[in-house]
């Protein structure tokens, strides 16, 4: 069991920032991977961003590379997303998510269904 807690969501303006935070706790180990999710009003889940625990893996979507970046500190159990120049169509609920089933080295898990739990989302609204 793993519960998974976000937050720093809230309201900007276009080319503003945020950075948002979410905290592992239970059953956790160095080997699984940590993920970011958004979701927008009548739009399908999306990857964001992905890191493992350990090693130096990282994965970014498309439309985030370049503004958005995944960072991790292991002695508190969190993982970052340090979102700049947000644009309106970032709007979303954007999620936190964990793997503790084991992948080959090195992989990162960009798939809904390649994560175990998941946090409660938290809003990020972006202003024109």
């Known amino acids: 069991q793993v519960q998974l807690v976000e937050s720093g969501g809230g309201l900007v303006q276009a080319g503003g920032s945020l950075r948002l935070s979410c905290v592992a706790s239970?059953?956790?180990?160095?080997?699984?991977?940590m993920g970011w999710f958004c979701q927008g009003p009548g739009k399908e889940r999306e990857f964001v961003a992905g890191?493992?625990?350990?090693?130096?893996?990282?994965y970014y979507g498309e439309s985030v590379k370049g503004r958005f970046t995944i960072s991790r500190d292991n002695a508190k159990n969190t993982v970052y997303l340090q979102m700049n120049s947000l644009k309106p169509e970032d709007t979303a609920i954007y999620y936190c998510?964990?793997?503790?089933?084991?992948?080959?080295?090195?992989?990162?898990?960009?798939?809904?269904?390649?994560?175990?739990?998941w946090g409660q989302g938290t809003q990020v609204t972006v202003s024109s």
């Open positions: 998510a964990a793997r503790i089933r084991t992948t080959r080295w090195n992989y990162i898990p960009r798939r809904e269904d390649e994560y175990d739990y």
């Open positions: 239970g059953r956790t180990n160095s080997s699984y991977a």
């Open positions: 890191i493992r625990w350990s090693g130096y893996s990282l």
